[in-house]
């Protein structure tokens, strides 16, 4: 099959600079072809109408070859600092030594077919920007011509560095539009910026009839630019001077050395030239390569489809679903089942990826030929096309985690365990292991396991989609920048706004891990014997056929027979299915009829927190400690240490919190922002628990710890409603040290509060108030009506946004000029408060304590925060438990401390706690959020208010101390209303448990030691 015949094209003329040159330059890049190749030809007329002499060159650019993190190689200031609290400092090479090795072949036939025509092809090293300033050195001023790539920011950086770097020594850069699109810029009806949301839209609006049925279009459709014709020689050119630097013959031609040159290890080569897998033969590659397998595939010939029962077709995120629509005996030219399918159909993208053949050349020939498979090439090349406009379209958008969409998420990062196991094939479920290891190995996978596994990384282990898009982009040999971020970010469910929910990627979670089972079990029916796992995973060969895909759930037996132990020979799986892994006893049996009775879910999300909290009141009940004070301090003092130990294993040895913080730990530990705020959020409560250990009858207090542990405890008790991001019921644990401490430290806290306040003297609210203050004079109804006024309005506006079809909550500016203005609505009470006579340092506690009630109020409201905490964690903080727990424990007691200032454990624990943590954690984040002033506003006079306070309020202590007679006096003042006292008995077994935990062998010892501690209590014996 010949090429098509082709008209020439008149090259776009934009972004070009003329001056006076003394050489033409053509800049191969994506385009390692000579057919339908707008630079090659541009060149060729150049150097001719101008008489000068034309050199031809290709620049291995080490930006994209070296190890790097994730991120812009071409702009290399420093990474925000919300990117490195996020954790997104993964790291890999942007190219492996296996397409290094690849595109070495296709330099090699590129270069043939030059000399064929009588020119050269010059291959150099280094920074392209760097490289043309040698040459320009060398030969003088440089009219150098390339083909813009505006799909990657990182290679429009380099065009602009390029051009800067010629301008000086007065040369210049011309860029001209392409043959990776299917489509001319020219030739689209529509700005770039404004292309349609949808890719059938796009088809629509570039006149395809219908794109998923038939490669018609309309009498107004946007022309396909025939190809190019490809240069005939020998060129009448003159040709100039070999340049310096340029690769020898010698090296281009061997793999080692090349490979060596390019960087790559000695381990790396050795590892590369030993798999047989990926890339092509010395002379079998590139361009030549490309048109023969294109050839051979167009003679093809139109087969019906056959039935097969094993065949299962797979749509959405798995695969394609217009298999479900083919039927028997009828020609498919989609060639549906294809992608839901093993086998690859031309076999042509990582020819494609790097311009061996341009899609309007397949395109052409096709159409004159009137293939029977033409429509299902269109279909694919216009997704091609998709995905190149999106990528245009959302530049650096494309890259980010928030996607396109700006949809926040709250994902492991590339560090954790699971992320590191995906990628080398390693996480226990058969099937996953079996195309990551093809990936590593051979450089492809087909359309579905990609998807597949992608998946699998983003919703079943929630890890960065970003980590998995910077692994394909390392070693697929077909790697294409706009096709694999954007089908990466619709995996991810980031690549749109999907009707403006920002949190619309999170209902694609998978916790009962659907999707995959359902691509596990389509697999396993089109291939029964399990030949595609018995080759990649080898230590499952032996495996029972029953037991492939899930070989965990073998018996004993079973795995000494296969020779895989899991754990040992074959690792343990990071998810399970519990679809699959049902207890068969009798008493699952009758649980799982009792699970069955209607309304029973519902009884047990709503009766299950107060069910337990009567048990434990029970057992304190009848051990007779139930009203002692001295035990409520203990059990405080109990979960003060398990702060303390929290926020000790964070730091040093984090494997501890995956058995003693089990509903939360394990994400904590993965994700560094969220560690470091679960680190500040355990010692902080340590100190506003530790007050009320001091106090345990003092209302405010009790309130106090009560905020702090109620929320998270809710959380883990109920999932469904507060945290999503949390795992399943954390009683699962029999040693979690939360589940036999901080639940029924939280039971003890309501039962003293409830008793406390039912023993008030209560006629009227001014006797409600004293709870918090003792107010001197009447109550200033204005002053509270002022800082009541916005929270009311704020409950106002939603109901009015629900019943009367105003502006909806998600349209709400996602920065932080929307917080700052709903907390600047209290201004007047704050001005009133001063008017009135309160102190600065007073109506600072008031400040704080509205704004840290205020995005509660707001969440539950207007359904959404922007919080400083919300931009450097990308995620939305309503979802993380700890974030609304700490936040309304700070009001609570800042607005306790400003009805009652002269409280001095209030004061001890802000000058001693709560202001350091709080000053550390604004600096932390600053510069982790956005930048707006709306924002950062209020960060900056939080550090004022705490610098105020902090002088004010240690004056004032200073003050008081000399006033009760010293510091001993002042110790026995704070310490008056402390029931803690300690008998013998109490004593030795406190010691030993100390001694226990000392010696302890491992973290699940030491948490079993930890969670004896409570009901010891609980007993008296502690």
Same mark, same amino acid.
């Given at each position: 099959m010949e090429r098509p015949q082709a008209t020439m094209e008149s090259p776009s003329k934009r972004q070009r600079t003329r001056v006076p040159a003394s050489q033409v330059v053509g800049w191969f890049r994506n385009d390692l072809r000579l057919s339908d190749n707008p630079m090659l030809d541009e060149v060729f007329q150049q150097a001719k109408a101008q008489k000068l002499p034309s050199t031809l060159v290709y620049i291995l650019d080490p930006r994209f070859y070296d190890q790097s993190e994730y991120g812009r190689v071409t702009n290399q200031a420093r990474p925000g600092k919300s990117a490195m609290l996020r954790g997104d400092g993964f790291s890999s090479r942007k190219c492996n030594g296996r397409r290094a090795r690849f595109y070495l072949n296709v330099l090699r036939d590129l270069q043939r077919g030059l000399r064929e025509l009588g020119t050269e092809l010059w291959i150099f090293y280094g920074k392209p920007e760097e490289v043309f300033a040698e040459l320009s050195s060398q030969y003088g001023a440089l009219d150098v011509i390339c083909l813009r790539e505006p799909v990657s920011p990182e290679w429009t950086d380099v065009e602009n560095y390029v051009s800067a770097a010629l301008q000086k020594t007065g040369g210049s850069l011309t860029t001209l539009w392409g043959a990776m699109s299917l489509y001319h810029e020219e030739d689209v009806p529509f700005k770039?910026?404004?292309?349609?949301?949808?890719?059938?839209?796009?088809?629509?609006?570039?006149?395809?009839c219908d794109i998923w049925t038939s490669a018609e279009g309309y009498w107004w459709k946007a022309p396909i630019r025939k190809p190019i014709s490809a240069p005939v020689g020998p060129l009448?050119?003159?040709?100039?001077?070999?340049?310096?630097?340029?690769? !020898?013959?010698?090296?281009?031609?061997?793999? =080692?050395?090349?490979?060596?040159?390019?960087?790559?290890? +000695?381990?790396?080569?050795?590892?590369?030239?030993?798999?047989?897998?990926?890339?092509?033969?010395?002379?079998?590659? &590139?361009?030549?390569?490309?048109?023969? $397998?294109?050839?051979?595939?167009?003679?093809?010939?139109?087969?019906?489809?056959?039935?097969?029962?094993?065949?299962?077709?797979?749509?959405?995120?798995?695969?394609?679903?217009?298999?479900?629509?083919?039927?028997? &005996?009828?020609?498919?030219?989609?060639?549906?089942?294809?992608?839901?399918?093993?086998?690859?159909?031309?076999?042509?993208?990582?020819? #494609?990826?790097?311009?061996?053949?341009?899609? $309007?050349? #397949?395109?052409? +020939?096709?159409?004159?030929?009137?293939?029977?498979?033409?429509?299902?090439?269109?279909?694919?090349? #216009?997704?091609?096309?998709?995905?190149?406009?999106?990528?245009?379209?959302? *530049?650096?958008?494309?890259?980010?985690?928030?996607?396109?969409?700006?949809?926040?998420?709250?994902?492991? !990062?590339?560090?954790?365990?699971?992320?590191? $196991?995906?990628?080398?094939?390693q996480t226990g479920v058969p099937y996953?292991?079996?195309? #990551?290891?093809?990936?590593? *190995?051979?450089?492809?996978?087909? @359309?579905?396991?990609?998807?597949?596994?992608?998946?699998?990384?983003?919703?079943?282990?929630?890890?960065?989609?970003?980590?998995?898009?910077?692994?394909?982009?390392?070693?697929?040999?077909? @790697?294409?920048?706009?096709?694999?971020?954007?089908?990466? !970010?619709?995996?991810? =469910?980031?690549?749109?706004? @999907?009707?403006?929910?920002?949190?619309?990627? *999170?209902?694609?979670?998978?916790?009962?891990? @659907?999707?995959?089972?359902?691509?596990? *079990?389509?697999?396993?029916?089109?291939?029964?014997?399990?030949?595609?796992?018995?080759?990649?995973?080898?230590?499952?060969?032996?495996?029972? $056929?029953?037991?492939?895909?899930?070989?965990?759930?073998?018996?004993?037996?079973?795995r000494q027979a296969a020779s895989c132990i899991i754990g040992k020979d074959y690792p343990e799986p990071l998810v399970r299915f519990p679809q699959l892994e049902t207890d068969k006893g009798s008493l699952a049996r009758v649980w799982a009829h009792v699970e069955s009775v209607p309304g029973f879910k519902t009884l047990e999300k709503l009766g299950k927190f107060p069910a337990v909290g009567l048990c434990f009141l029970l057992i304190v009940y009848i051990t007779g400690f139930i009203n002692n004070p001295n035990n409520l301090a203990k059990q405080l003092c109990i979960v003060c240490s398990h702060n303390i130990a929290i926020g000790y294993l964070f730091d040093r040895t984090p494997e501890g919190i995956y058995v003693g913080f089990p509903h939360f730990g394990p994400l904590s530990v993965d994700i560094p922002v969220l560690r470091t705020l679960a680190r500040f959020w355990s010692y902080e409560m340590v100190a506003i628990r530790f007050a009320t250990a001091l106090r345990p009858m003092f209302i405010p207090g009790l309130f106090a710890s009560f905020m702090s542990l109620i929320i998270p405890q809710a959380a883990v008790f109920a999932p469904w409603q507060l945290g999503s991001v949390l795992s399943s019921d954390y009683f699962k644990n029999p040693i979690s040290f939360a589940s036999v401490n901080g639940f029924p430290a939280l039971i003890w806290l309501i039962w003293f509060l409830t008793r406390q306040l039912t023993a008030l003297p209560v006629t009227n609210i001014r006797d409600m108030v004293t709870v918090w203050a003792d107010p001197v004079g009447n109550i200033d109804i204005l002053a509270v009506t002022l800082g009541v006024l916005p929270f009311v309005c704020t409950l106002l506006y939603a109901i009015a946004c629900s019943r009367m079809y105003w502006t909806p909550p998600a349209k709400l500016p996602g920065n932080g000029r929307t917080f700052f203005g709903l907390m600047a609505a209290f201004a007047p009470c704050y001005l009133y408060l001063f008017y009135s006579g309160w102190e600065l340092v007073d109506i600072h506690k008031v400040v704080w304590a509205c704004a840290s009630l205020m995005p509660i109020w707001w969440v539950n409201c207007l359904g959404g925060i922007d919080l400083w905490i919300e931009e450097p964690l990308g995620y939305p903080a309503r979802e993380i438990a700890f974030t609304p727990t700490w936040i309304v424990s700070h009001g609570v007691f800042f607005l306790q401390w400003a009805l009652e200032p002269q409280d001095y454990i209030n004061r001890l624990v802000f000058l001693t706690y709560m202001c350091p943590q709080m000053v550390w954690l604004n600096f932390y984040f600053r510069k982790a959020c956005c930048q707006d002033w709306g924002t950062q506003l209020p960060i900056y006079y939080s550090y004022f208010m705490h610098a105020h306070m902090t002088l004010v309020e240690s004056y004032k202590f200073l003050l008081d101390i000399q006033k009760v007679g010293g510091v001993s006096e002042m110790t026995q003042i704070v310490f008056k209303d402390c029931p803690l006292h300690f008998t013998p008995l109490q004593l030795a077994v406190l010691s030993i448990i100390c001694a226990s935990l000392y010696f302890s062998p491992s973290a699940k010892h030491s948490w079993a030691l930890y969670s004896l501690c409570g009901p010891l209590n609980w007993c008296g014996l502690l």
């Open positions: 770039f910026k404004e292309a349609p949301g949808s890719y059938s839209g796009l088809a629509k609006a570039l006149g395809w009448a050119l003159e040709k100039a001077a070999a340049p310096k630097g340029a690769w !020898t013959e010698e090296l281009l031609n061997s793999d =080692r050395d090349a490979l060596k040159a390019l960087g790559f290890s +000695t381990d790396e080569i050795q590892e590369t030239l030993r798999l047989p897998h990926g890339g092509s033969r010395k002379g079998k590659g &590139g361009e030549t390569a490309a048109w023969l $397998r294109f050839n051979t595939w167009l003679e093809i010939p139109a087969e019906p489809v056959k039935a097969d029962p094993n065949f299962q077709s797979l749509g959405g995120s798995y695969g394609a679903a217009g298999a479900k629509f083919v039927k028997e &005996g009828e020609v498919d030219p989609f060639q549906w089942r294809n992608l839901s399918t093993s086998a690859g159909w031309m076999a042509l993208s990582k020819y #494609m990826a790097c311009g061996c053949i341009s899609p $309007r050349e #397949m395109y052409h +020939t096709m159409l004159e030929r009137n293939h029977w498979a033409l429509p299902g090439a269109v279909h694919r090349f #216009m997704w091609r096309e998709w995905h190149r406009i999106n990528a245009i379209k959302y *530049q650096c958008r494309l890259f980010r985690m928030q996607g396109p969409g700006g949809q926040y998420q709250f994902p492991r !990062t590339g560090n954790s365990e699971a992320a590191l $196991r995906w990628k080398a094939g996953i292991d079996a195309i #990551m290891r093809e990936l590593n *190995q051979t450089g492809w996978i087909p @359309y579905h396991k990609r998807k597949t596994v992608a998946c699998f990384l983003c919703h079943d282990l929630l890890v960065d989609w970003r980590f998995g898009g910077f692994h394909f982009e390392e070693v697929l040999l077909d @790697y294409d920048v706009a096709m694999n971020y954007g089908n990466w !970010t619709f995996c991810a =469910r980031v690549d749109k706004s @999907y009707g403006g929910d920002r949190y619309a990627a *999170q209902a694609y979670r998978d916790p009962e891990h @659907y999707g995959v089972l359902q691509s596990i *079990q389509a697999h396993a029916a089109s291939d029964p014997d399990g030949l595609y796992i018995r080759q990649w995973v080898p230590e499952l060969r032996q495996v029972p $056929r029953d037991c492939l895909h899930f070989p965990w759930m073998m018996t004993s037996d079973e």
